[in-house]
């Protein structure tokens, strides 16, 4: 489809530009991992993030280093970085994948936070000693407090740490997926897939902000808005987007006709959590995600892909986003849904 999709982007609200992972169900909830040293780190959106009319603001990223072999960058090599995400969080997810689909899992290793928030941030609750592995701490917040103890916002997912100092050098997840995709490209796999090839990337960067300020972000939108305005404006706009999307994806397999790209990731991952969080917690639900013929087909055509899938846990998304929420599940029950059998359906849609 041969869309202007700048011209589309320039009617697109993007004064909401800030990029992390954004869950919090945590309030008035007690956990029983050690306390943090990070006393100022920010542990709820209401700190900073809630504007005086309702609506939600994300915070922007605080560490946005590059990575490449220029004055003032990180240099690419091989076991220098550690990638902290969390199966709950769409945009640590979003680099997980490409890490994968590129074969940089022996470049860059990955620890795991837990799947809900506790009431000082992500933990390394999953560990058996409660500790990442590799970087020995308990917490994320006294990675952030390490590497900037004058930091008072979230910590947040995906972070790239840097083994050699400990200190995060990149949680800016809206440029993450580029960089590996260039920068750490001399260590990419023989046959890994152009994710981001050059004559594209005018209209993969259009479509991605498109994207991102409309569905991805926009669910949080309407799932932290604090007025009856803020979620009505969230839950249009999100909704107007997703039925574009529902038609381009009538007539080509991927975004971009029928080569995966960098936008296929980032719309994938909340399409993931559609029905499972966004639907029922975040009361966008118009459509659920299998009532969008398109939507769903091209949805489970990659959760089949193993670089997709294999980081797609349901159980994980529905524990991030149904419990320790007070108000909306008092009993903190999760529900059993989906039949993960309904993703492995075959993409049947058929193209001239």
């Known amino acids: 489809m041969a869309e202007d999709l700048k011209a589309i982007l320039a009617q697109v609200n993007t004064d909401d530009s800030g990029v992390s992972c954004s869950i919090d169900f945590s309030r008035g909830q007690k956990s029983s991992a050690p306390e943090s040293d990070s006393k100022q780190i920010a542990f709820s959106e209401d700190a900073h993030e809630i504007t005086a009319d ?3 603001q994300r915070q922007a990223n605080r560490f946005t280093g590059r990575f490449g072999d220029q004055p003032g960058e990180f ?11 969390s199966q709950t969080c769409p945009w640590s997810q979003r680099a997980v994948i490409a890490r994968a689909l590129l074969g940089l ?17 992500w933990t390394f609750a999953k560990s058996l000693t409660g500790l990442d592995p590799v970087l020995v ?10 590497s ?19 200190k995060v050098v990149n949680n800016d997840y809206f440029t993450l997926t580029n960089q590996l995709e260039v920068a750490f490209k001399p260590l990419q796999k023989a046959d890994a897939p152009d994710l981001y090839p050059e004559e594209l990337r005018a209209d993969i960067d259009a479509l991605n902000d498109i994207i991102f300020h409309e569905v991805n972000n926009g669910v949080y939108k309407a799932g932290f808005a604090q007025s009856q305005v803020a979620y009505e404006e969230a839950y249009d706009v999100l909704f107007k987007r997703l039925d574009w999307l529902e038609e381009r994806l009538g007539h080509q397999r991927y975004l971009f006709g029928d080569q995966l790209t960098d936008s296929d990731i980032r ?10 969080a966004y ?31 294999d980081s797609t846990n349901f159980t994980g998304i529905k524990q991030g986003y149904q419990l320790l929420n007070e108000v909306a599940n008092p009993y903190n029950i999760l529900t059993v849904g989906p039949d993960e059998k309904d993703w492995l359906v075959p993409d049947q849609r058929q193209f001239n």
């Open 54 to 56: 309702g609506h939600f």
């Open 75 to 85: 240099p690419v090599e091989a076991g220098r970085y550690r990638l902290i995400w």
């Open 105 to 121: 899992e022996d470049v860059i290793s990955v620890g795991e936070v837990g799947p809900t928030r506790s009431d000082h941030g």
């Open 137 to 146: 701490v308990a917490d994320l917040p006294t990675i952030y407090q390490r």
């Open 148 to 166: 900037d103890p004058s930091y008072t916002g979230r910590a947040t997912v995906p972070a790239v740490v840097d083994l050699t100092t400990g």
């Open 267 to 276: 719309l994938y991952v909340t399409l993931a959590r559609f029905d499972v």
């Open 279 to 309: 639907y029922p917690v975040f009361h966008t639900n118009r459509n659920l995600l299998r009532d969008f013929p398109n939507l769903w087909a091209y949805a489970r055509g990659l959760y089949q892909k193993p670089e997709f899938g």
